[in-house]
Each structure stands twice: as structure tokens, then as C-alpha cells.
């Protein structure tokens, strides 16, 4: 079966980094787009980036220029690269697997905070 295994977040003051990474299996995973995607509190599911299988990227307006998706097909992980993080970027992050069935792993909680 499909299973997505986010890591990686945790707590980190504000202009600091994360790597959030997600580990895949039960599918072929260099044939399908993923995505990261997040919800802040009381607020809507977000996309932040998404990867398709050939590499090309699109982010979301608020995190273009400070995070980065990528993956690894040899290893079936794709990554979120977080620099400068901002006190609004604080939500639970989730992988999901973009094309096909939809898929989508159990989170990781980022908060960004002094």
C-alpha cells in the first residue's frame, strides 16, 4: 500500500532552516508528481511546492525564493529545503502524492517562533 512518511520539522526561531523530507513506498514513485502542502492554525490546506515526475517546480506566492522542493528518485524522497523562515510559515506540513489516486502522508509540525 502507499505510504508517506514526512520528518523533519520541529521548532526553530525566526530566519532559521529546515529540511522536511518524505519517504515513499508502495507506488513508483519516479512516475508521479508530489507536493508539499501545509495548514497553519485555523486556517485552510495550502499548497507550498510541487515537484512533477520530469523535476519541474511551482511554489506558492508566499514562499518563492525561500523554499525549495526536491526529490531523489533513487531513494523515493522528496524534500522541502526552509530557509528564512517567518513566524507565519508555522503549520503542520504534509507530503502528498500529486497525480494519480491522491495520497497524502500524516504531517510534521513547524513552528516558527522566538
Known amino acids: 500500500q502507499v505510504q508517506l512518511v514526512e520528518s523533519g520539522g520541529g521548532l526553530v526561531q525566526p530566519g532559521g532552516s529546515l529540511r522536511l523530507s518524505c519517504a515513499a513506498s508502495?507506488?513508483?514513485?519516479?512516475?508521479?508528481?508530489m507536493g508539499w502542502y501545509r495548514q497553519g492554525p485555523g486556517k485552510q490546506r495550502e499548497l507550498v511546492a510541487a515537484?512533477?515526475?520530469?523535476?519541474?517546480?511551482t511554489y506558492g506566492d508566499s514562499v518563492k525564493g525561500r523554499f525549495t522542493i526536491s526529490r531523489d528518485n533513487a531513494k523515493n524522497t522528496v524534500y522541502l529545503q526552509m530557509n528564512n523562515l517567518k513566524p507565519e510559515d508555522t503549520a503542520v506540513y504534509y507530503c502528498?502524492?500529486?497525480?494519480?489516486?491522491?495520497?497524502w502522508g500524516q504531517g510534521t509540525q513547524v513552528t516558527v517562533s522566538s
Open positions: 515537484v512533477t515526475s520530469g523535476g519541474a517546480t
Open positions: 508502495g507506488f513508483t514513485f519516479n512516475s508521479y508528481s
Open positions: 502528498k502524492k500529486t497525480s494519480g489516486i491522491g495520497y
